[in-house]
């Protein structure tokens, strides 16, 4: 079992900036790729941005290339997601997940372990 949980959510105007946070306990974080990924009410969890074990890179939806970093240090057991020029429609539950992948998944169903989310809000 891997148990996650995200920080660093909260209330932003449109071309600010935020960092989330979603740290790891359980097995070794190391071992597992993982993702960002948000959600309105009404609509499905979509995958913003990934990270592959160690060395095996990154992967972000058009949308947010440019914009939106994510990183990890597995001493800490976390991962990251520094989120700038942000705009009204980034705004969601934004969820971390944990898969046993060397690479980034970007499918929602192939992960093994989610947190229980941050509420983004970005006001115009």
């Known amino acids: 079992q891997v148990q996650l949980v995200e920080s660093g959510g909260g209330l932003v105007q449109a071309g600010g900036s935020l960092r989330l946070t979603c740290t790891a306990s359980?097995?070794?974080?190391?071992?597992?790729?993982m993702g960002w990924f948000r959600q309105v009410p009404g609509k499905e969890r979509d995958f913003v941005a990934g990270?592959?074990?160690?060395?095996?890179?990154?992967y972000y939806t058009d949308s947010e290339k440019g914009r939106f970093t994510i990183s990890r240090d597995d001493a800490k057991n976390a991962v990251y997601l520094q989120m700038n020029s942000l705009k009204p429609e980034d705004t969601a539950n934004y969820y971390c997940a944990a898969v046993r992948s060397l690479v980034v998944v970007t499918s929602a169903r192939e992960y093994d372990f989610w947190g229980q989310g941050t509420q983004v809000t970005v006001s115009s």
């Open positions: 990270i592959g074990r160690s060395g095996y890179g990154t």
């Open positions: 359980g097995r070794p974080f190391s071992s597992y790729a």
